[in-house]
């Protein structure tokens, strides 16, 4: 397998690099285990803890402080939970990763290669 290629400056996003499900998909579908997909996910909180909590203080004033910081908080940072529920809901409907891609989204083989490509080097 080649390296993955991703962002090396996380501090410089907005979106921390893996609290979207879409991008833990693809990062299953080019064969990174679940587990270090995991582990990456969840760093995010840590990576992204000065970020988040900026959004949330300028939430909290936006709103004249009726905004819930802790509300915010959970919404901001990413949970085990929210991963799982992903790859239980796609596994529970589609069985696999690859079917996932085909079945749900409609990929060919070409498109699955692309997107192999696309995020691993050689």
Not at 2 to 14: F, I, M, N, V, Y
Not at 90 to 111: E, K, R
């Amino acid at each position: 397998m080649g390296r993955l290629l991703h962002p090396a400056d996380t501090t410089q996003q907005t979106v921390p690099p893996y609290s979207q499900p879409g991008r833990s998909v693809r990062l299953t579908a080019i064969g990174m285990p679940r587990a270090t997909i995991l582990e990456d996910y969840l760093a995010t909180n840590r990576l992204t803890g000065d970020i988040v909590k900026q959004q949330v203080a300028a939430m909290v004033a936006h709103s004249g402080g009726q905004a819930n910081r802790e509300v915010l908080t959970t919404l901001l940072q990413v949970h085990p939970a929210f991963l799982q529920f992903a790859y239980a809901a796609i596994d529970q409907q589609y069985g696999s990763i690859d079917n996932y891609l085909i079945q749900g989204l409609g990929m060919g083989p070409a498109q699955c290669r692309i997107l192999r490509e696309k995020l691993l080097e050689p």
